[in-house]
């Protein structure tokens, strides 16, 4: 176990190199998956704000709405 | 190709692999650790020191391929107007950013105790410095613009122009490198790899690509929520 | 709006402020006079970074003034005119292009012999060291044309033109001070030139093409 630790003497090298590589991805994974829920909490906010749109204008049938609203997100972003 | 331009239905396909590659980066990252450290011999010129090998070759690796995904995402963007496109680019810049310069650091780590100095203005690792450097205005520029849409198409342009730059300059570089040896030869690896040193490398390559594609949905998912949000917003705003 | 019309309006403009021109060519020489009071004066350490210096001055002076290239027309219109009339949006870019480095790439080229002498450099390697010049700072003004369009309305453009133009610079520097070095020490000369000029050729190419799709962005 002390010789795996020691890296033959070179353990100042190997195991910061290790560890960073870790830190790096355990780091970002977790910025990444926070960035993702503060995304989720601000979507539920915002979209409980907003005037239910259950009845339909026309007399059309009505389309399941997380269908819709994800393809005018794609239009909305791609024309801003 | 256009079968997963919408975004709703990249979110579902999305959504059924990610349990999927979450499992597999960690079993793969899990295995290629075990037998980095140790299942492989130490090098019979190096020691262990070539056990840094494994993080610092497939982060390389990655800090290339990225490079590569983000010019087709910005092609994709710029010439068909694909609406994933930006949004893939965007999230992918900074897991590449962090692979460069994962590259560096470990490169010198690597470096110190091998050639006794903690930076060489060795060929490849001049490169990747510059690769660093444009990644890192890439995600400037991505970030520059009060409107998002004018820094996915910014970043797009300045992607391509990199990408049409690299081989000019790893020309460059290498030409500059050779001309300024110094008289030993520096080699990064050792002679040729020994396929019990192989396969934790190829099985860590493949650890640092799923870890890319995981977080890379998980950003991309972020990212056309954040786009949701800008529209919500700026619709809420016109609203009041 | 012909090519002409666009060149001869950037060079007024840049000319009637005259200290544009003379400023670029005076920090082109201050900087580089200011390394022997850092380094030491001692002649063998003086001739060998003298190429170096020289084209990392040269470099930084282009840079510089790269901002102001489209920022003040798009501020004011212009640049919107430019773009509705017959014109195609590549040819201004070459225009400006053009304009900026008559006023801010080739004066350097006055200032190098003046540098020469300073850093103690053969005469003979001018012959090499100047077209070596002037090809690289076209380069290098076209290149940073890129950067300037890329910039248009962003916040703190200023700092971002150098990051993105920086690394699409090395190719250019390397050469350009390995002609120079070939032209002191009477090596091959032509290798390096020629590289130099294919680099010129390709961003001749690249340069308004990716200008003119980044200046159509901040228009619209």
């Known amino acids: 176990m002390e010789e795996f630790l020691n890296m033959g003497g070179y353990a100042v090298y190997v195991w910061p190199s290790y560890g960073l590589t870790a830190l790096f991805m355990i780091a970002l994974t977790l910025s990444s998956l926070h960035t993702l829920s503060k995304r989720k909490r601000q979507l539920a906010e915002l979209e409980a704000k907003r005037p239910p749109r259950r009845a339909p204008r026309t007399a059309q049938p009505q389309t399941a709405q997380p269908q819709t609203a994800p393809t005018q997100t794609a239009q909305e972003s791609s024309s801003s | 190709m256009h079968r997963f331009a919408n975004p709703a239905r990249f979110l579902r396909i999305a959504n059924a692999l990610l349990p999927w590659l979450t499992v597999g980066t960690v079993a793969c990252l899990g295995i290629g650790l075990y037998m980095a450290l140790f299942a492989s011999p130490p090098d019979y010129q190096q020691g262990e020191t070539v056990r840094i090998m494994y993080v610092h070759v497939p982060s390389a690796w990655m800090a290339l391929f990225i490079y590569v995904f983000i010019a087709i995402a910005s092609a994709c963007s710029l010439i068909w107007r694909h609406p994933l496109a930006d949004v893939a680019a965007k999230a992918a810049s900074p897991i590449g950013a962090g692979f460069a310069f994962l590259t560096l650091v470990t490169g010198s780590l690597w470096g110190e105790p091998m050639w006794g100095t903690w930076w060489v203005w060795d060929a490849r690792l001049t490169s990747m410095l510059v690769l660093f450097f444009l990644y890192l205005g890439h995600m400037a520029l991505m970030g520059a613009f009060e409107e998002q849409s004018r820094g996915y198409r910014a970043a797009a342009v300045l992607a391509l122009v990199g990408v049409i730059n690299i081989p000019i300059i790893k020309f460059s570089v290498d030409w500059w490198s050779t001309l300024h040896q110094p008289a030993s030869v520096i080699r990064l690896d050792g002679p040729t790899i020994d396929p019990s040193m192989l396969w934790p490398l190829l099985i860590m390559g493949l650890g640092f690509k799923l870890f890319f594609a995981t977080l890379l949905i998980v950003r991309m998912k972020s990212e056309l929520m954040a786009a949701r949000v800008r529209a919500l917003s700026l619709a809420q705003l016109r609203n009041a | ?220």
């Open chain 3, 1 to 220: 709006m012909t090519l002409k019309k666009v060149i001869a309006r950037d060079l007024r403009l840049a000319l009637r402020q005259k200290t544009d021109a003379a400023t670029v060519v005076l920090f082109f020489a201050l900087t580089a006079a200011l390394f022997p009071f850092a380094i030491g004066p001692e002649a063998a350490i003086l001739l060998r970074i003298a190429p170096g210096v020289i084209w990392v001055t040269a470099l930084l002076s282009v840079l510089l003034s790269l901002e102001r290239l489209f920022l003040a027309d798009f501020e004011d219109g212009t640049l919107e005119l430019m773009f509705l009339s017959s014109l195609p949006l590549e040819l201004v870019v070459f225009g400006k292009v053009l304009a900026h480095w008559l006023v801010s790439g080739l004066p350097l080229i006055v200032a190098t012999p003046l540098i020469a002498i300073l850093y103690g450099l053969p005469f003979a390697a001018l012959t090499v060291m100047l077209p070596a010049l002037l090809l690289g700072t076209a380069a290098l003004s076209l290149i940073g044309a890129i950067g300037a369009a890329l910039t248009i309305g962003a916040r703190r453009g200023g700092i971002l033109v150098p990051l993105l133009v920086l690394p699409l610079y090395i190719p250019v520097l390397i050469f350009g001070i390995a002609a120079t070095d070939a032209g002191i020490s009477d090596g091959a000369i032509k290798a390096p030139l020629m590289i130099l000029s294919a680099l010129l050729l390709g961003m001749l190419f690249v340069a308004p093409l990716a200008s003119g799709v980044a200046l159509r962005q901040a228009l619209e």
